[in-house]
């Protein structure tokens, strides 16, 4: 007789591997290593700290309010007004026959120059309050003749340079709210500009000759400047009467204007129908360049800096780790599909990192914010949806670069080289955009093509075409929109993850 | 101490980490101060900027392999269990990071000078016309800037070395000495206070240290060229002696 034996089978139920099983895995090892929580812990923190920082470093208690336009943003609202009241509707005509416009070199030293933005013409404005709603038409410096409302429209009209030989010609009329502006080569056929509806003009408003001269943008800085024009032919009609003109600064000590050159002042000569105007500043929404003290929501999130060290040497060394330990035979033991591995990995790095920054981010922001305008700072203004956006972006922003660390990590299999090199590939570019001296091209360049590209995703500053400033990602401006400047952090990312499960399969562990 | 720093050479020598992170440094340090004199503008008149300390640009990013060389040094021993060997040999701690420390100057001045040679030489190249005296290592701040740019690049190796052996994890570091080196100066460029914002710019190791390029407008830098050399000095040693004493009382 014989017996058959039948081989031993554990009781127990063999155990699933599916994702999911690998994803527990790979979050039982970072919550338990003490080390990855308080990196991950550094996150809000640094965030946080450094609003507070930022938020309470800067007092500007006691300084002049900043002039906000009819938009509720911030604006520029100086400029040189010759007016008088004027009741009702009616029109006003002058011709501009000359813009001159004079740039500071050096202290003391102004030589006559082209200001593209110069402006001289015609404005009718609810009083000399700065921010009040306003329509003008003017001739500029080298953009021919627009007609401007409400501080960030612009409408161009006919083209050229005002001249002695070729004046322009320009008229508003008041019916109403409505305020119309009109051109003309000769003074007779006139041709219609633009029309604006301008709300809050009241029944008698500041009508006149203005001259703006904002300053010129070059080289990473500005130089003040100021303009003299001609105006002849000064007229009023229907319903306007005739009468004393009177002339002065509007905004003179606003902190949006930078104010004349040294050895220049704003000035009006003139009697009857010709004037000549003399003004430096500018009647348009208020940029970085132009308000140097304020703020914006970047500066305040400067802690993302530091906690951006600190989710990179995190993500680096959730994998570096297990190779120094060996703990990485282990692993792929377990779990011998090596790249389900590396993108678990991944997914919990990111999830739990973009919860630290969302935490830090969404709870910085408006803190910071707070602070900064209790201690007078001007911020300038944001939406909720753009605030939530750059919250929810900074958070994201920390996370994908934690996985590029964890990527690089996993193709260097060292930690000290993959924390240099995504630390310098992130951070870097930052810096070298904050040179001084680095043209605006290539600061553009560095910002569109290097990981660091994402800091778009903060940016909260809109440049406007009628404002000529440097538009350069150090002073907030960047050359993509937010989420695509974000879409090339996660296409580096992406890209590392895919070259780092590639190897992962190839090499031995 | 002879027996360690030879001990200390033969490991550096004998793996193939070091020298192409040295190679990094130059090819780095050349590749960015060729970018940044290419790109800028130049006029009839001049560069419009200090030719010399743009020239040397590429030392913001040549730094980062030498702190990688540096931590790795020491915290490279602590995550292989070779400190222990180390420590047997030549029980006497403090002479081992002193030894890894001349070591260490060494291979980096060798480094940094061929590394802001290679840049002096590519901006001579590059720019245009580089003036009579402009990027002349005969003219007086030009050769500070090139030396200083060396020295430089050595304490940044001292401080790295020091940071290494205080915190041991390499990883740690690394990210440590970079944000002290990038983070620093951007989050004090972004205090709304001059005062305050010139204070942290005579701090920041790297601000500080790399006064000591510039050649025109002295006057309006926050920090002298030396004093500025001397504050990452500071740093460099204030990491060693840091590292060295834990070094000496902790267990490896």
Redesign the interface.
């Known amino acids: 007789m014989t017996s058959t034996s039948t081989p031993y089978r554990s009781a127990r139920r063999a155990g699933r591997d599916g994702f999911a099983q690998v994803l527990h895995a790979e979050w039982t090892k970072f919550r338990t290593v003490r080390?990855r929580l308080i990196g991950t812990g550094a996150v809000p923190l640094m965030l946080v700290l450094?609003a507070l920082?930022?938020g309470a470093?800067?007092?500007?208690q006691g300084s002049p309010p900043v002039p906000v336009g009819p938009h509720g943003g911030p604006v520029t609202d100086s400029f040189y007004f010759v007016h008088r009241p004027l009741g009702g509707n009616g029109s006003i005509i002058v011709s501009v026959s000359a813009l001159r416009s004079s740039i500071a070199q050096g202290p003391g030293d102004l030589r006559s120059g082209t200001v593209p933005w110069a402006k001289a013409g015609l404005v009718i404005k609810k009083g000399t309050r700065q921010g009040s709603p306003y329509a003008a038409i003017m001739a500029t410096g080298s953009h021919g003749v627009r007609m401007q409302d409400g501080y960030v429209n612009d409408t161009a009209g006919p083209p050229g340079r005002v001249s002695a030989e070729s004046p322009r010609w320009l008229r508003l009329d008041r019916s109403g709210d409505t305020v119309t502006g009109y051109a003309s080569a000769d003074g007779t056929k006139w041709t219609r500009v633009g029309t604006a509806q301008v709300s809050g003009l009241g029944p008698t408003a500041q009508v006149g000759l203005f001259v703006a001269s904002p300053s010129v943008a070059g080289?990473g800085g500005t130089a003040g400047s100021v303009s003299t024009a001609t105006f002849e032919d000064l007229r009023t009609r229907a319903g306007w009467a005739d009468g004393d003109w009177t002339g002065g600064q509007v905004g003179a000590g606003s902190p949006s204007f930078a104010g004349y050159p040294r050895n220049a002042s704003g000035s009006f000569a003139g009697s009857g129908d010709r004037f000549t105007v003399t003004g430096a500043g500018d009647i348009a929404p208020a940029v970085r360049d132009s308000l140097p003290?304020g703020?914006h929501l970047?500066?305040l999130l400067?802690?993302t800096?530091?906690a951006?060290?600190?989710v990179?040497?995190v993500g680096?060394?959730f994998i570096?780790e297990e190779y120094?330990s060996k703990m990485i035979r282990l692993t792929l033991s377990a779990s011998p599909r090596r790249g389900r591995v590396l993108v678990a990995k991944a997914i919990v790095l990111w999830a739990v990192t973009f919860v630290a920054g969302a935490a830090g981010a969404i709870l910085a922001a408006p803190l910071g914010e707070r602070l900064?305008r209790d201690n007078g700072?001007y911020i300038f203004p944001v939406s909720y949806s753009t605030e939530l956006r750059v919250a929810l972006g900074t958070a994201a922003l920390l996370a994908t670069a934690s996985v590029l660390a964890l990527s690089v990590g996993a193709l260097f299999r060292?930690?000290?080289?993959?924390?240099?090199m995504v630390?310098?590939t992130v951070?870097?570019p930052?810096?070298?955009i904050?040179?001084?001296?680095?043209?605006a091209?290539?600061a553009k360049g560095v910002a569109t093509a290097t990981p660091g590209a994402v800091f778009a995703v903060q940016q909260t500053l809109v440049p406007y075409h009628q404002v000529a400033s440097n538009y350069t990602p150090y002073y907030g401006y960047y050359p993509l929109a937010p989420w695509a400047g974000f879409a090339v952090l996660a296409c580096y990312a992406v890209a590392a993850l895919a070259a780092a499960a590639v190897l992962l399969d190839r090499r031995d562990a | 101490m002879r027996p360690a720093l030879h001990a200390e050479w033969t490991k550096l020598r004998t793996v193939a980490g070091p020298l192409w992170l040295l190679l990094a440094t130059v090819a780095a340090t050349v590749a960015v101060s060729a970018v940044a004199t290419s790109v800028v503008n130049c006029t009839a008149s001049g560069c419009g900027s200090d030719t010399t300390k743009l020239s040397l640009t590429g030392v913001h990013l040549g730094q980062a392999p030498v702190a990688v060389l540096a931590v790795l040094i020491i915290s490279g021993e602590y995550g292989s269990g070779m400190l222990r060997t180390t420590l047997t040999a030549v029980p006497r701690r403090v002479t081992v990071l002193a030894a890894k420390a001349v070591i260490l100057t060494g291979v980096v001045a060798v480094g940094g000078a061929v590394a802001v040679l290679g840049s002096v030489l590519a901006g001579r190249l590059v720019l245009p016309e580089p003036g009579d005296r402009a990027l002349s290592l005969a003219d007086g701040p030009t050769l500070r800037a090139a030396l200083g740019t060396v020295l430089y690049l050595i304490l940044i190796g001292l401080l790295s070395l020091g940071f290494g052996t205080a915190v041991r994890d390499a990883a740690t570091s690394m990210g440590v000495v970079l944000g002290l080196l990038y983070v620093f100066p951007i989050v004090s460029g972004t205090v709304s206070d001059p005062e305050l914002q010139r204070l942290l710019g005579k701090f920041a190791p790297m601000s500080a240290g790399l006064a000591i390029q510039a050649t025109t407008h002295l006057g309006s830098l926050p920090i002298s060229p030396w004093a500025g050399l001397g504050v990452t000095a500071g740093w460099a040693a204030a990491a060693l002696l840091t590292g060295g004493l834990l070094l000496r009382i902790r267990d490896a």
């Open positions: 080390s450094f920082l930022a470093g800067g007092n500007q080289g003290t703020g970047r500066d400067a802690g800096f530091a951006l060290i600190a990179i040497v680096a060394l570096t120094r900064a700072v060292r930690s000290a080289g993959a924390v240099a630390t310098v951070v870097l930052y810096v070298l904050a040179l001084p001296f680095l043209p091209g290539v």
